[in-house]
């Protein structure tokens, strides 16, 4: 696993006005954990604690939004929803021209 200031960097699967989901890469059974986007869309590494009983994530880390991240809702089964996917892409492309990039920048 890649690491960011010590802490591990998880991809994100799906960023939505509201939340940032990723597939937690430590649990057997396919499990989604959530966290709130405050509506930001672009590309980025965020640090988040954990409630994750997992001990690599225990300790926090990092959510890495970026080109293969889906800009979309979750269906009630986890499923992507397609209908509001064009909106928020053209969304996102608006922030990332506002923010000036579309890569992320390593400190």
Same mark, same amino acid.
């Given at each position: 696993?890649? !690491?960011?200031?010590?802490?591990?960097?998880? @991809? %994100?699967?799906?960023? /939505?006005? /509201? &939340?940032?989901?990723?597939?937690?890469?430590?649990? =057997?059974?396919?499990?989604?954990?959530?966290? $709130?986007?405050? $509506?930001?869309?672009? &590309?980025?590494?965020?640090?988040?604690?954990?409630?994750?009983?997992?001990? @690599?994530?225990?300790?926090?880390?990092?959510? @890495?939004? /970026?080109?293969? +991240?889906?800009? %979309?809702?979750? $269906?009630?089964? &986890?499923?992507?929803l =397609?209908?509001?996917?064009? !909106? !928020? &892409?053209?969304?996102?492309?608006?922030?990332?021209n506002?923010? $000036? +990039?579309?890569?992320?920048? @390593? /400190?």
């Open positions: 696993m890649k !690491l960011y200031k010590n802490f591990p960097i998880v @991809e %994100a699967h799906v960023v /939505n006005l /509201n &939340n940032i989901i990723f597939k937690c890469p430590f649990h =057997k059974k396919k499990t989604f954990h959530y966290h $709130g986007s405050c $509506g930001d869309l672009t &590309n980025r590494r965020t640090h988040r604690g954990s409630h994750c009983p997992s001990k @690599e994530l225990k300790q926090g880390y990092y959510l @890495e939004i /970026n080109q293969k +991240t889906t800009r %979309a809702y979750l $269906g009630s089964i &986890n499923q992507i =397609k209908r509001d996917q064009q !909106l !928020l &892409n053209q969304l996102w492309i608006q922030q990332q506002i923010k $000036g +990039t579309y890569d992320i920048i @390593e /400190n």
